[in-house]
Protein backbone atom coordinates (compact mmCIF):
# COMPACT_ATOMS: atom_id res chain seq x y z
CA UNK A 1 0.00 0.00 0.00
CA UNK A 2 1.56 3.38 -0.89
CA UNK A 3 2.28 5.99 1.42
CA UNK A 4 0.29 8.65 -1.05
CA UNK A 5 -2.93 7.68 -2.64
CA UNK A 6 -4.13 7.73 -5.83
CA UNK A 7 -7.42 6.99 -7.59
CA UNK A 8 -6.26 3.85 -9.66
CA UNK A 9 -8.20 5.38 -12.89
CA UNK A 10 -9.31 8.25 -14.54
CA UNK A 11 -10.67 9.25 -17.67
CA UNK A 12 -12.32 11.98 -19.73
CA UNK A 13 -12.82 12.78 -23.98
CA UNK A 14 -10.62 14.76 -26.09
CA UNK A 15 -10.53 18.32 -25.50
CA UNK A 16 -11.81 17.91 -21.74
CA UNK A 17 -10.15 18.53 -18.49
CA UNK A 18 -9.18 16.04 -15.78
CA UNK A 19 -7.71 16.42 -12.71
CA UNK A 20 -5.63 13.64 -10.34
CA UNK A 21 -5.39 13.61 -7.22
CA UNK A 22 -2.88 12.43 -4.39
CA UNK A 23 -3.49 12.58 -0.91
CA UNK A 24 -1.46 12.37 2.12
CA UNK A 25 0.23 13.58 5.11
CA UNK A 26 1.68 16.20 7.14
CA UNK A 27 4.62 14.39 7.21
CA UNK A 28 5.09 14.61 3.23
CA UNK A 29 2.58 16.47 1.45
CA UNK A 30 2.08 18.65 3.81
CA UNK A 31 5.44 19.51 4.44
CA UNK A 32 7.16 19.03 1.18
CA UNK A 33 6.99 19.75 -2.30
CA UNK A 34 5.31 17.53 -4.98
CA UNK A 35 5.82 16.09 -8.20
CA UNK A 36 4.41 14.49 -10.66
CA UNK A 37 5.77 12.38 -13.27
CA UNK A 38 3.48 10.41 -16.39
CA UNK A 39 4.36 7.04 -17.81
CA UNK A 40 4.27 6.02 -20.91
CA UNK A 41 3.79 1.99 -21.31
CA UNK A 42 7.39 0.36 -21.73
CA UNK A 43 9.32 4.03 -20.98
CA UNK A 44 10.58 5.44 -17.89
CA UNK A 45 8.59 7.93 -15.79
CA UNK A 46 8.78 11.49 -17.19
CA UNK A 47 8.97 14.44 -14.99
CA UNK A 48 5.74 16.66 -15.75
CA UNK A 49 5.44 18.85 -12.58
CA UNK A 50 7.90 20.22 -9.48
CA UNK A 51 8.08 21.95 -6.75
CA UNK A 52 4.11 21.35 -6.55
CA UNK A 53 3.17 24.00 -9.58
CA UNK A 54 6.55 24.15 -11.75
CA UNK A 55 6.68 23.22 -15.19
CA UNK A 56 9.75 21.62 -16.45
CA UNK A 57 11.06 23.28 -19.99
CA UNK A 58 9.11 21.10 -22.84
CA UNK A 59 6.04 19.91 -20.54
CA UNK A 60 2.89 21.79 -22.32
CA UNK A 61 1.33 24.17 -20.28
CA UNK A 62 -2.17 21.97 -20.48
CA UNK A 63 -0.46 20.39 -17.25
CA UNK A 64 -0.55 21.90 -14.43
CA UNK A 65 -0.55 21.28 -10.38
CA UNK A 66 -1.63 22.45 -6.99
CA UNK A 67 -0.97 21.68 -3.65
CA UNK A 68 -3.77 22.31 -0.54
CA UNK A 69 -2.84 21.15 2.96
CA UNK A 70 -2.27 17.12 2.66
CA UNK A 71 -3.12 17.03 -0.87
CA UNK A 72 -2.31 17.77 -4.07
CA UNK A 73 -3.54 17.70 -7.24
CA UNK A 74 -2.53 17.55 -11.26
CA UNK A 75 -4.73 19.01 -13.69
CA UNK A 76 -4.67 17.88 -17.70
CA UNK A 77 -6.71 20.92 -19.50
CA UNK A 78 -7.15 19.89 -23.46
CA UNK A 79 -7.07 15.98 -23.17
CA UNK A 80 -5.42 14.66 -25.97
CA UNK A 81 -5.19 11.07 -27.07
CA UNK A 82 -1.36 11.52 -26.10
CA UNK A 83 -1.91 11.79 -22.68
CA UNK A 84 -3.22 8.11 -22.30
CA UNK A 85 -0.23 7.52 -19.76
CA UNK A 86 -0.19 6.32 -16.19
CA UNK A 87 0.50 9.31 -13.49
CA UNK A 88 1.94 8.87 -10.47
CA UNK A 89 2.95 11.65 -7.47
CA UNK A 90 5.62 12.07 -5.25
CA UNK A 91 6.69 13.97 -1.86
CA UNK A 92 9.73 13.46 0.70
CA UNK A 93 8.18 11.99 3.97
CA UNK A 94 9.66 12.74 6.92
CA UNK A 95 8.43 10.60 8.99
CA UNK A 96 9.85 7.38 6.88
CA UNK A 97 12.60 9.21 6.27
CA UNK A 98 12.44 8.13 2.36
CA UNK A 99 10.73 9.10 -1.00
CA UNK A 100 6.88 7.86 -1.34
CA UNK A 101 5.15 7.83 -4.49
CA UNK A 102 1.61 7.19 -5.40
CA UNK A 103 0.14 4.27 -6.21
CA UNK A 104 -0.29 5.55 -9.52
CA UNK A 105 -3.78 6.54 -11.98
CA UNK A 106 -4.28 5.16 -15.15
CA UNK A 107 -5.62 7.85 -17.58
CA UNK A 108 -7.65 6.34 -20.26
CA UNK A 109 -8.67 9.14 -23.30
CA UNK A 110 -12.04 7.88 -24.59
CA UNK B 1 22.43 16.95 -21.23
CA UNK B 2 22.45 14.79 -18.84
CA UNK B 3 22.01 11.31 -19.56
CA UNK B 4 22.12 7.95 -17.08
CA UNK B 5 22.66 4.37 -18.74
CA UNK B 6 21.78 1.62 -17.48
CA UNK B 7 23.81 -1.78 -16.68
CA UNK B 8 23.78 -5.38 -15.51
CA UNK B 9 22.19 -9.09 -15.47
CA UNK B 10 18.50 -9.46 -16.50
CA UNK B 11 18.57 -12.80 -14.68
CA UNK B 12 19.54 -13.90 -11.24
CA UNK B 13 18.90 -16.62 -8.59
CA UNK B 14 17.19 -16.51 -5.83
CA UNK B 15 19.76 -15.53 -2.65
CA UNK B 16 22.25 -14.28 -4.79
CA UNK B 17 23.66 -10.63 -5.09
CA UNK B 18 21.83 -8.53 -7.51
CA UNK B 19 24.44 -5.96 -9.04
CA UNK B 20 23.65 -2.65 -11.62
CA UNK B 21 25.71 0.05 -12.77
CA UNK B 22 24.15 3.35 -13.75
CA UNK B 23 26.68 5.47 -16.04
CA UNK B 24 26.38 9.19 -15.69
CA UNK B 25 27.04 11.68 -18.71
CA UNK B 26 26.36 15.51 -18.20
CA UNK B 27 26.96 15.48 -14.40
CA UNK B 28 28.97 14.68 -11.97
CA UNK B 29 28.43 11.55 -8.98
CA UNK B 30 29.87 14.23 -6.65
CA UNK B 31 27.66 17.07 -7.23
CA UNK B 32 26.28 19.26 -4.51
CA UNK B 33 23.09 20.06 -6.51
CA UNK B 34 21.98 16.47 -6.68
CA UNK B 35 21.33 13.22 -5.44
CA UNK B 36 21.54 9.75 -7.23
CA UNK B 37 18.97 7.69 -6.33
CA UNK B 38 17.71 4.07 -7.44
CA UNK B 39 13.69 3.04 -8.00
CA UNK B 40 11.65 -0.03 -9.04
CA UNK B 41 8.80 -0.64 -10.33
CA UNK B 42 6.58 -3.88 -10.53
CA UNK B 43 2.91 -4.64 -10.95
CA UNK B 44 2.49 -5.80 -7.07
CA UNK B 45 4.25 -2.32 -6.16
CA UNK B 46 4.00 0.08 -7.94
CA UNK B 47 6.84 3.05 -8.22
CA UNK B 48 9.33 2.08 -5.09
CA UNK B 49 12.28 3.99 -4.00
CA UNK B 50 15.39 2.31 -2.71
CA UNK B 51 17.76 4.41 -1.88
CA UNK B 52 20.21 7.39 -2.66
CA UNK B 53 23.64 8.75 -2.07
CA UNK B 54 25.11 12.05 -2.43
CA UNK B 55 28.37 14.11 -1.81
CA UNK B 56 27.84 17.47 0.99
CA UNK B 57 31.39 17.26 2.24
CA UNK B 58 31.19 13.59 2.43
CA UNK B 59 29.33 10.83 1.07
CA UNK B 60 25.61 10.82 2.30
CA UNK B 61 23.54 7.07 1.99
CA UNK B 62 20.08 7.26 2.67
CA UNK B 63 17.92 3.84 2.41
CA UNK B 64 14.25 2.59 2.84
CA UNK B 65 13.11 0.79 5.57
CA UNK B 66 12.14 -1.84 3.50
CA UNK B 67 15.95 -2.04 1.70
CA UNK B 68 17.72 -1.85 5.15
CA UNK B 69 20.16 -4.53 5.45
CA UNK B 70 20.23 -5.50 1.72
CA UNK B 71 20.93 -2.70 -0.48
CA UNK B 72 24.13 -0.55 -0.83
CA UNK B 73 24.88 2.19 -3.10
CA UNK B 74 28.28 2.52 -4.48
CA UNK B 75 29.33 6.02 -5.98
CA UNK B 76 32.45 5.43 -8.02
CA UNK B 77 33.93 9.18 -8.57
CA UNK B 78 36.47 7.67 -11.44
CA UNK B 79 33.99 6.66 -13.37
CA UNK B 80 31.45 8.94 -12.61
CA UNK B 81 28.77 5.52 -11.74
CA UNK B 82 26.47 4.64 -9.25
CA UNK B 83 26.64 1.34 -8.40
CA UNK B 84 23.54 -0.77 -6.60
CA UNK B 85 23.57 -4.08 -4.85
CA UNK B 86 21.10 -6.18 -3.19
CA UNK B 87 22.11 -9.40 -1.59
CA UNK B 88 19.67 -12.30 -0.86
CA UNK B 89 17.35 -11.53 -3.61
CA UNK B 90 14.02 -13.03 -3.70
CA UNK B 91 11.24 -13.62 -6.52
CA UNK B 92 10.08 -10.53 -5.16
CA UNK B 93 12.78 -8.35 -6.25
CA UNK B 94 11.63 -8.83 -10.07
CA UNK B 95 11.26 -5.63 -11.35
CA UNK B 96 12.05 -3.07 -13.80
CA UNK B 97 14.99 -1.17 -11.71
CA UNK B 98 15.65 2.55 -12.59
CA UNK B 99 18.36 5.03 -11.37
CA UNK B 100 17.38 8.57 -11.59
CA UNK B 101 18.78 12.13 -10.30
CA UNK B 102 17.22 14.06 -7.76
CA UNK B 103 17.40 17.80 -7.52
CA UNK B 104 17.68 18.47 -4.03
CA UNK B 105 16.55 22.54 -4.39
CA UNK B 106 12.55 21.92 -5.22
CA UNK B 107 12.60 17.93 -4.87
CA UNK B 108 12.13 16.46 -7.93
CA UNK B 109 13.50 13.61 -10.34
CA UNK B 110 14.54 15.07 -13.52
CA UNK B 111 16.59 12.55 -15.76
CA UNK B 112 15.79 8.43 -15.62
CA UNK B 113 17.93 6.04 -16.55
CA UNK B 114 16.73 3.98 -19.32
CA UNK B 115 14.90 0.94 -16.73
CA UNK B 116 16.58 -2.74 -16.48
CA UNK B 117 13.86 -5.43 -16.13
CA UNK B 118 15.67 -7.83 -13.49
CA UNK B 119 13.81 -11.28 -13.03
CA UNK B 120 14.96 -13.03 -9.80
CA UNK B 121 14.11 -17.01 -10.85
CA UNK B 122 16.00 -20.22 -10.55
Known amino acids: QSVLSQPPSASGTPGQRVTISCSGT????????VSWYQQLPGKAPRLLIY???QWPSGVPDRFSGSKSGTSASLAINGLQSEDEADYYC???????????FGGGTKLTVL | QVLLQQSGPGLVKPSQTLSLSCAIS??????????WSWIRQSPSRGLEWLGR?????????EYATSMRGRLTLHPDTSQNRLSLQLTSVKPEDTAVYYC????????????WGQGALVTVSP
Open chain 2, 100 to 111: ARWMHAQSFFDV
Open chain 1, 90 to 100: AAWDDNFAQLA
Open chain 2, 53 to 61: TYFRSRWHF
Open chain 2, 26 to 35: GDSVSTNDAA
Open chain 1, 51 to 53: ADV
Open chain 1, 26 to 33: SFNIGKNF
